[in-house]
């Protein structure tokens, strides 16, 4: 059973913090709200840059000029938010295809199995150069970051749709002291319980929902909404049993109605259809006779709202069963 009070906290006080460590690791390289550094500046605050770090700050400069300060910030916030959570639902579902534990250890406890593994593990474009670099400098905090990096960018392979690619300003500012009890992991951790993530995907959609739940309020209160706006304002989430009973009405019903020997019982959401008038039961056969020959692979979303609607609302006018 989900906690959705203790999801909704996280969700919330997550994108607040996540956003305010992303704006301070863009301080960290001298951008901020009102001024950005020269795109070929060699070193910030005294402190000489790599050549990877000068690469994704470019980038970083590129998009706020473009985008603006906040929508970047925001962006960035919600792509970590995005890894994150669908790391911790794979960890605890043991869907994960290194097979290792990345936030907690067996006892589900916040000391990743992943950085104690950190010379075993193998990753696509991990370098152990680097590995054994920050294990001897005692540096966890940049270690785990650096593990964390490569483990996004090797799932890209298996879900490439989820696991884009963050070789870009994404990179640099992904937030420091993950380590910490009270840090965004920590009380991912802490704060939602494990039985709430195990068999559970829906409760990817809850934080999603609750992750945007402040700015949808803010949004709606506007009289016009900016194209940036218009999805926070406009995408809920969609509990399963609403998805079951609207698969089951539209989908369902298009395939008993050319299938009628076919076994619904265990649909939960299904409504039989009323009795109906003499004109109607003659108008159902034929449209049933039409979908007697359709092939699942031939079916396709369009279809099937226009035959909902159809039957709702044109040709059977009489009709009164549900769809």
Same mark, same amino acid.
């Given at each position: 059973?989900?906690?959705?009070?203790?999801?909704?906290?996280?969700?919330?006080?997550? +994108? !607040?913090?996540?956003?305010?460590?992303?704006?301070?690791?863009?301080?960290? &390289?001298? /951008?901020?709200?009102?001024?950005?550094?020269?795109?070929?500046?060699?070193?910030?605050?005294? +402190? =000489?840059?790599?050549?990877?770090?000068?690469?994704?700050?470019?980038?970083?400069?590129?998009?706020?000029?473009?985008?603006?300060?906040?929508?970047?910030?925001?962006?960035?916030?919600?792509?970590?938010?995005?890894?994150?959570?669908?790391? +911790?639902?794979?960890?605890?579902?043991?869907?994960?295809?290194?097979?290792?534990?990345?936030?907690?250890?067996?006892?589900?406890?916040?000391?990743?199995? #992943?950085?104690?593994?950190?010379?075993?593990?193998?990753?696509?474009?991990?370098?152990?150069?680097?590995?054994?670099?920050?294990?001897?400098?005692?540096? +966890?905090?940049?270690?785990? !970051? &650096?593990?964390?990096?490569? #483990?996004?960018?090797?799932?890209?392979?298996? $879900?490439?749709?989820?696991?884009?690619?963050?070789?870009?300003? !994404?990179?640099?500012?992904?937030?420091?002291?993950?380590?910490?009890?009270?840090?965004? =992991?920590?009380?991912?951790?802490?704060?939602?319980?494990?039985?709430?993530?195990?068999?559970?995907?829906?409760?990817?959609?809850? #934080? &999603?929902? &609750?992750?945007?739940?402040?700015?949808?309020?803010? /949004?709606?209160?506007?009289?016009?909404?900016?194209?940036?706006?218009?999805?926070?304002?406009?995408? $809920?989430?969609?509990?399963?049993? %609403?998805?079951?009973?609207?698969?089951?009405?539209?989908?369902?019903?298009?395939? %008993?109605?050319?299938?009628?020997?076919?076994?619904?019982?265990?649909?939960?959401?299904?409504?039989?259809?009323?009795?109906?008038?003499?004109?109607?039961?003659?108008? $159902?056969?034929?449209?049933?006779?039409?979908?007697?020959?359709?092939?699942?692979?031939?079916?396709?979303?369009?279809?099937? %709202?226009?035959?909902?609607?159809?039957?709702?609302?044109? %040709?059977?006018?009489?009709?009164?069963?549900?769809?």
């Amino acid at each position: 059973m989900m906690n959705k009070s203790a999801i909704k906290n996280y969700a919330v006080w997550a +994108r !607040k913090e996540l956003m305010k460590q992303v704006a301070q690791k863009a301080f960290e &390289y001298g /951008v901020t709200e009102t001024s950005v550094p020269d795109q070929n500046v060699d070193s910030i605050h005294g +402190r =000489l840059l790599s050549n990877q770090e000068k690469n994704e700050l470019k980038q970083l400069v590129s998009q706020i000029k473009k985008y603006g300060y906040d929508h970047v910030i925001e962006e960035v916030a919600y792509t970590w938010f995005n890894r994150f959570i669908a790391l +911790r639902f794979m960890e605890v579902n043991n869907y994960l295809p290194q097979r290792i534990r990345i936030f907690t250890n067996e006892n589900n406890e916040f000391k990743p199995e #992943l950085l104690n593994e950190a010379i075993h593990v193998e990753l696509e474009g991990l370098d152990q150069t680097k590995v054994f670099d920050m294990i001897e400098q005692n540096d +966890r905090d940049s270690l785990y !970051k &650096y593990l964390l990096l490569c #483990l996004c960018n090797d799932m890209k392979q298996y $879900l490439p749709d989820m696991f884009t690619s963050i070789e870009d300003y !994404k990179a640099l500012l992904m937030p420091d002291n993950l380590l910490r009890e009270d840090s965004v =992991l920590g009380k991912l951790i802490e704060d939602i319980d494990e039985d709430s993530w195990l068999n559970q995907v829906q409760i990817i959609g809850w #934080l &999603y929902q &609750y992750y945007n739940a402040e700015l949808k309020d803010a /949004v709606m209160k506007k009289k016009n909404y900016t194209k940036d706006e218009i999805p926070a304002a406009t995408q $809920l989430f969609t509990p399963d049993w %609403i998805v079951r009973y609207m698969t089951e009405n539209s989908l369902g019903r298009l395939w %008993i109605d050319g299938h009628p020997d076919f076994d619904h019982r265990e649909w939960k959401y299904y409504l039989e259809e009323a009795k109906q008038e003499p004109e109607v039961v003659k108008q $159902l056969e034929g449209i049933k006779a039409e979908h007697a020959k359709l092939n699942p692979e031939d079916i396709t979303v369009i279809e099937i %709202i226009l035959l909902s609607l159809i039957q709702c609302r044109g %040709i059977i006018k009489k009709c009164s069963f549900a769809v």
